[in-house]
């Protein structure tokens, strides 16, 4: 991997793909390739610049040929508070962009900024200022009691004025791109685009000329300031899926490009909002995003860049000839693998880490911490400590390693430990590899969660210092025979079928006398007759199963003892999605119920009164917490040098199983000792 920095040398690469590698001029500036890592949110606030600029300079080393800053504030009127959003408010915040910049161009990347000011999606409760908006309308988000103030003229020209100085910012950080934000359903200038939000009656409202004034002048501005030295770019949402504004690519989406169309230097197209954008694997395969964007090459003659979660050569390949897009745009695939462009360029397609589409990066946003990702544990850990996505530092010593377990922990802690040199054995009882990730693909809805266990499969097998064993089953006295230095118990977790769950602590009356649990549906066991799912754990699994047997064509009814489905995947953008699916399929949803007991009939009392509730007849098929296989641990317990990974500590998401593999593996490389984890610290100032 000596290979970091952009090359010209394509001697390695397919035919087919050395398209790919074409430079393209935009504007005053020439990206290298047609890799372009769009903007997305990291979770690294502007209070964590280390770790921020890490990230983005681990994506250039990779060879995507322009890495964006994320999303980044104008000024304080755009304050949206309890997210981890860029500031860029004053020139205060210069420095530490113009690190990220030179660390960029070192490697021969461009850089880009996103500019934005995020109108009515603001709070304005961190500042104490009035949220900004084209007319006086509720913030979007409901949860949160705060009004926009409906701008005047005066506010309008502060507007411009604050672009105008974040792009002189930006020229001055050393950006070599700087966009203007409009898409997402999170840019003042798509809420005065919109019809739905924009209720004015003067030059900036009524007519599609009047509500795109706006962003043409920001946008001719920008140029201005620019000066030549910078490309502009326009960010905008040509077409939304189901939301509000109602703007499609065959209606006022085509208009504004049309309108726009030879302005900006580059077009980054996508569509609103983002639950569809960021859509998962779920519901949206690779590529989705075409039907909506392919019109926009035909109507301007400046580069195009999309995203559709690409992570097939052949698939970008594709785009790129057919002239759909000429930047192969990825987020969530420059996350999962930011060395994904130099293993096509050197010809190693095979090794590329495939984004399963599960949006675990997405619901780090939510919580406003740094993202994480289920394929790379490494995200967000290179500067934190100093971890790199494809290489491991060399063992001090050899030594055997012996992995009980072939799911998503113990794959990814003997790579790990591979390719630091040690010996390494894999024992799997079962007749396959994979664990809970064969298991869970297999469900409907699923199946690229087969992912993350094929990518450490075909590494592993590519290294001569493994060893992987399938009907294995690993016992004291065989790991005894075996004589291993050290043993990695990654025995994973099973699923309990007693009623435990997020909301009940104790064990439910009748559940354990269940004829069917998840482990079964898993091993592919088909019950008979209707089935009552109980879904007390909130996440995917209730509802893909009740989806899963839906289609195979079961009478389904799914009861959650929380207000709605799915809770947990509000934050990974699919919950309105699994409500929307559940309702094609015919599965009843019951929510607020809570389970008292089970005698062939569930029982029931209402979440909120506790008054008794009818009682449903059907399989009862119970989804709740998991309880860690420590069968093996306590087998174990003379044996001195031993390590839990994985669901076998804490039963967990599969992101945490893999973390949890990764971070032990590094430990026990480092003498079993925790690596120490560098912190960002505020600066202090006197008075």
């Avoid at 035909?298 to 897009?325: A, C, E, H, W, Y």
């Avoid at 394929?375 to 290179?382: L, R, V």
């Avoid at 309990?496 to 091993?523: K, W, Y």
């Avoid at 690596?675 to 960002?680: C, D, P, S, T, V």
Wanted: charged share 25%; net charge negative.
């Amino acid at each position: 991997m000596e290979r970091s920095k952009q090359m010209s040398d394509l001697s390695n690469t397919p035919d087919p793909f050395k398209i790919l590698f074409e430079p393209v001029k935009i504007g005053p500036v020439t990206a290298p390739n047609r890799f372009f890592a769009v903007p997305h949110a990291t979770g690294h606030s502007p209070l964590m610049p280390n770790g921020s600029i890490a990230m983005r300079e681990m994506k250039a080393m990779g060879g995507w040929g322009t890495v964006c800053m994320q999303l980044a504030e104008i000024d304080p009127t755009s304050d949206i508070c309890d997210l981890p959003i860029e500031k860029f408010w004053d020139d205060q915040d210069i420095a530490s962009h113009r690190i990220l910049t030179e660390r960029l161009r070192a490697q021969g990347a461009l850089s880009a900024i996103e500019l934005a000011h995020t109108g009515i999606r603001g709070r304005g409760m961190g500042t104490g200022m009035p949220v900004w908006g084209p007319s006086n309308l509720p913030c979007l988000k409901p949860q949160v009691p705060v009004q926009s103030k409906a701008m005047d003229k005066s506010d309008i020209k502060a507007l411009r004025q604050s672009y105008r100085a974040a792009v002189r910012r930006s020229r001055e950080a050393g950006y070599d791109i700087v966009y203007v934000y409009a898409a997402h359903d999170a840019s003042i200038l798509w809420h005065f685009l919109s019809p739905t939000y924009n209720h004015r009656t003067d030059e900036y409202g009524g007519s599609f000329e009047n509500r795109l004034r706006l962003m043409r002048e920001v946008l001719e501005e920008t140029v201005d300031e620019a000066k030549g030295e910078m490309a502009v770019a326009i960010r905008l949402a040509v077409h939304e899926v189901g939301g509000r504004s109602k703007i499609s690519h065959d209606g006022e989406g085509r208009d504004v490009v049309e309108a726009l169309a030879e302005l900006p230097d580059l077009w980054d197209v996508n569509i609103a909002t983002w639950p569809h954008d960021s859509g998962t694997s779920r519901f949206d395969d690779e590529g989705w995003q075409e039907e909506f964007t392919s019109f926009v090459k035909n109507v301007t003659s400046k580069p195009v860049v999309g995203v559709g979660r690409f992570t097939s050569p052949d698939t970008m390949v594709s785009q790129i000839k057919r002239g759909v897009l000429d930047f192969i745009g990825g987020a969530r695939p420059s996350i999962a693998d930011p060395f994904l462009p130099n293993k096509i360029r050197e010809g190693r397609i095979e090794d590329i880490r495939e984004c399963i589409g599960c949006n675990i990066c997405v619901s780090s946003d939510a919580f406003s911490i740094p993202l994480s990702c289920t394929q790379n544990p490494t995200i967000s850990q290179e500067w934190k400590r100093g971890w790199h996505p494809e290489i491991v530092p060399a063992a001090a010593s050899r030594k055997s390693v012996l992995i009980a377990g072939s799911g998503p922990a113990g794959l990814e802690t003997a790579l790990v430990l591979a390719r630091a040199g040690h010996e390494v054995t894999v024992a799997e009882q079962a007749a396959e590899f994979g664990g809970r990730c064969l298991r869970e693909s297999r469900i409907s809805g699923l199946a690229a969660w087969s992912r993350v266990a094929d990518y450490r499969l075909y590494q592993l097998r590519q290294i001569s210092n493994v060893s992987l064993y399938t009907d294995s089953e690993v016992t004291a006295e065989t790991a005894a025979e075996f004589e291993a230095d050290h043993i990695f118990v990654a025995t994973g977790a099973k699923w309990q079928s007693n009623g435990l769950g997020r909301t009940h602590f104790e064990p439910v009356a009748g559940f354990s006398d269940t004829t069917l649990t998840v482990d079964a549906m898993l091993d592919g066991i088909q019950p008979s007759g209707p089935v009552v799912i109980y879904d007390d754990e909130h996440y995917y699994m209730g509802n893909a199963l009740a989806a899963h047997l839906a289609r195979s064509g079961h009478e389904v009814t799914l009861v959650t003892p929380q207000p709605y489905i799915a809770g947990w995947m509000g934050y990974t953008l699919e919950q309105p999605r699994v409500t929307k699916q559940m309702n094609a399929l015919g599965v009843r949803v019951i929510q607020n119920a809570v389970a008292t007991s089970f005698d062939g009939r569930l029982h029931l009392t209402d979440a909120n009164t506790a008054e008794t509730l009818p009682a449903i007849e059907g399989v009862l098929l119970p989804v709740g917490l998991r309880e860690p296989d420590l069968s093996l641990w306590r087998e174990l317990e003379t044996t001195a040098e031993k390590t839990l990974v994985g669901d076998a500590v804490a039963p967990g998401i599969i992101q945490a199983a893999v973390f949890s593999g990764h971070r032990l593996s590094r430990n026990f490389l480092n003498g079993g000792i925790d690596e120490m984890m560098k912190r960002e610290r505020p600066v202090l100032f006197a008075g």
